[in-house]
């Protein structure tokens, strides 16, 4: 199941499937005239949360080009090539540690894996795509890590939160609490308010950006889980872990 030739077919598979979904449910817009009020702000960062990450490209127009961030396990392997046969392109990251210091502007940041990642990212924004990309770390569910926010801070591009779901699905009793959505149901995509990032935000305003991000992606999909009369398997609890409870997972 390892081998490229699987690998090419189990990635056809699901795309097809991911077609078969999107063709087959009623999916709602909200607000109805968002793309009109983010198009001329493209290109965007697209924030979505683990585990809500497999429909995410139902939200995109035909006429956007995007990538989206993808590790260099095997696993990636497969859904870059899913994501290949949907229209998006796959920015591979590497696992390995890398302590170089990555500079654009007045922003300096040291990355520690991932800075190839990053500069591919940078990269694809500055040539018109709209980048898609986890606001959460792995382990650390629905709490917004700093990743995205600095991407947003060296590209001067903002963060819009992502929400795409369906009626009908599977939940997974994951770490994310993943889903992927069942054919001939209704679903909802909900896209938030753009988030920008200010070029010397540290610290505090750093920290706020990232709260938002944290916030807007809640927020989008509280409503879409309403939008369909159902319930978010993925939502936080009273009790469970906050952003500043897990600050030192993420560091």
């Not at 077609?19 to 960062?45: E, K, S």
């Not at 990309?133 to 801070?153: E, F, N, Q, W, Y």
Request: proline content about 5%.
């Amino acid at each position: 199941m390892r081998s490229r030739p699987a690998q090419e077919a189990l990635g056809f598979l699901f795309a097809a499937y991911l077609r078969l979904v999107r063709r087959t449910n009623r999916f709602v817009l909200d607000p109805p005239d968002i793309y009109d009020r983010v198009g001329p702000q493209m290109p965007v960062i697209a924030a979505m949360w683990h585990g809500q990450h497999f429909m995410i490209s139902f939200g995109k127009r035909p006429q956007d080009r995007a990538a989206a961030l993808v590790s260099r396990s095997a696993d990636g392997e497969f859904n870059a090539i899913a994501l290949r046969h949907l229209g998006v392109r796959a920015v591979r990251g590497s696992g390995a540690r890398d302590d170089r210091i990555i500079r654009k502007g007045s922003a300096r940041v040291r990355e520690k894996g991932g800075a190839a990642a990053l500069r591919g990212l940078l990269q694809a924004l500055a040539q018109g795509e709209m980048v898609v990309m986890t606001a959460d770390v792995p382990k650390v569910s629905r709490v917004c890590g700093p990743g995205i926010v600095m991407l947003a801070r060296m590209s001067g591009r903002p963060i819009v939160p992502v929400a795409v779901v369906a009626s009908r699905r599977i939940d997974f009793r994951s770490w994310d609490r993943a889903s992927i959505g069942l054919p001939f149901g209704r679903g909802a995509i909900v896209i938030g308010e753009p988030i920008h990032v200010a070029a010397d935000a540290e610290g505090t305003a750093f920290e706020s950006a990232r709260q938002a991000v944290e916030n807007g992606l809640d927020a989008v999909h509280a409503r879409a889980y309403a939008l369909i009369g159902s319930r978010d398997p993925g939502a936080r609890k009273n009790g469970e872990k906050t952003a500043a409870g897990a600050a030192q997972e993420i560091a």
